[in-house]
C-alpha cells in the first residue's frame, strides 16, 4: 500500500474504529482495554498521519516467526513495526484480513507486554491480543516506510 491514513487514538479509540473494520458481512470488534494499548514508538503529534510504503505482513505469513524477531528484521530494513491504530487503518481500508492475520508490535497491551493483533475470529474481525514469543505462519507484522 502506497499511502495509509492513520488516526491518532487520542481522537478515535480502537473501540470506536474496529466496528468500521468488515469482513464480509462482519463488523469489527476490541477486546482490548482502550488505556491499556500503549505506543512503544514515536508517532506524528496531531489528528491523524500517513504511512508511506506500507507492508500488511504477508512478507512474514510463509514460515512460523515470532513477532519479537520480526520487530528485528523490520528495523534491519530500515522500516517501522505499526502500532495497533495503524493495524486496524489497514484492516479499515484494505482487505488484509482475506489473507493473513496482522501483529502490530510497536504497541504493547497490558502489563505483560502483549503484542496487538488484527485477525480473523470467529465473530468477524477482532483486536485482541497474543504473546511476543508466539510464532505462526497464519500471522505477519505489518511495517510502513515512514510515518508523515
Keep these: 500500500v502506497p499511502l495509509l491514513a492513520a488516526i491518532s487514538k487520542k481522537h478515535l479509540t480502537a473501540s470506536i474504529q474496529m466496528p468500521m473494520v468488515k469482513l464480509g458481512d462482519k463488523n469489527g470488534t476490541n477486546y482490548l482495554a482502550d488505556d491499556e494499548i500503549t505506543d512503544e514508538v514515536e508517532l506524528p503529534e496531531g489528528i491523524a498521519w500517513w504511512l508511506t510504503d506500507v507492508e500488511d505482513g504477508q512478507q512474514f505469513c510463509t514460515d512460523e516467526t ?83
Design 66 to 148: 515470532a513477532p519479537q524477531d520480526e520487530e528485528a528484521i523490520i528495523a534491519e530494513q530500515g522500516r517501522l513495526c505499526c502500532v495497533a491504530t495503524e493495524a486496524v487503518a489497514l484492516g479499515i481500508h484494505t482487505d488484509v484480513l482475506t489473507r493473513h492475520n496482522v501483529d502490530a508490535p510497536g504497541s504493547r497491551f497490558g502489563d505483560a507486554g502483549e503484542v496487538p493483533v488484527l485477525y480473523r475470529g470467529g465473530g468477524g474481525p477482532e483486536l485482541h491480543y497474543r504473546g511476543v514469543g508466539f510464532a505462526d505462519a497464519r500471522w505477519g507484522t505489518a511495517s510502513c516506510g515512514s510515518r508523515i
